[in-house]
């Protein structure tokens, strides 16, 4: 069976470190890897997806950047942390389906302080 | 951008009674999917209807889905204070690869 794992679960990092955030797929080949990022008490805002190894799509100008070093890998990123990078950070593989819903890691809460 | 929109925003019912949320879109769409959070977890997916599809059931939940009207409701009959959690509606939009955009989210609070 599939699963996802993202980690870490919460993170505290000051203003102007770095960020480095992993998720993995196991159980699969060649997923569709998501991530989506959630301001408290809000919906979900897609940040990148990926389709495959080097192959990256940026949906909203910000201070992060992703990559896919490896099939099953996806890394979310940051040189340099802002206030507004707050939020949770989520992973998800959409099952290579048109008609099958996403599965989802468990999360990282990240506060910038 | 936000696609789809969710009525209300919180709900508190009592236990066993039925709990109806909406969910509002603006373009046309492949699918539409509800989604199930409880507090700080990830998203559990819990039905996906399709375009040609008016109505679906999985066990208590029933949704439905309205494409003239760009709407969608989902049922949870006889609820449970474990049915307590934040549901989202989420679309897949035509000409738009397998991308889900999700909607603002309606916080049911089920009471004992």
């Known amino acids: 069976s599939q699963t996802i794992h993202q980690w870490p679960a919460t993170l505290v990092q000051p203003v102007g470190s770095p960020l480095s955030l992993e998720c993995t797929v196991e159980?699969?080949?060649?997923?569709?890897l998501y991530w989506y990022r959630q301001a408290a008490g809000r919906g979900l805002q897609l940040l990148f997806y990926?389709?495959?190894?080097?192959?990256i799509s940026s949906e909203v100008p910000q201070n992060l950047s992703a990559s896919r070093p490896q099939d099953r890998q996806f890394i979310l990123s940051s040189k340099k942390l802002l206030l507004s990078d707050s939020g949770f950070y989520l992973c998800?593989?959409?099952?290579?389906?048109?008609?099958?819903?996403?599965?989802f890691g468990s999360g990282t809460r990240l506060t910038v302080v | 951008s936000q696609q789809g929109e969710e009525d209300p925003q919180a709900l508190s019912i009592q236990e066993g009674e039925n709990a109806t949320m909406n969910c509002s879109y603006k373009?046309?769409?492949?699918?539409l999917q509800w989604y199930r959070q409880n507090s700080g977890r990830g998203l559990v997916h819990l039905i996906l209807?399709?375009?040609?599809?008016r109505e679906k059931h999985s066990g208590r939940l029933r949704v439905t889905l309205d494409t003239s009207k760009k709407s969608s409701s989902l049922l949870i009959t006889a609820s449970r204070a474990a049915d307590t959690a934040s549901y989202f509606c989420?679309?897949?939009?035509?000409?738009?690869?397998?991308?889900?955009?999700f909607g603002g989210g309606t916080r049911l609070m089920v009471k004992p």
């Open positions: 209807i399709r375009s040609n599809e």
């Open positions: 990926s389709v495959g190894i080097g192959q």
């Open positions: 159980g699969t080949s060649n997923p569709n």
């Open positions: 998800a593989w959409d099952g290579q389906a048109w008609d099958y819903g996403y599965t």
């Open positions: 373009t046309s769409i492949n699918n």
């Open positions: 989420a679309t897949v939009v035509n000409n738009a690869g397998n991308m889900l955009t």
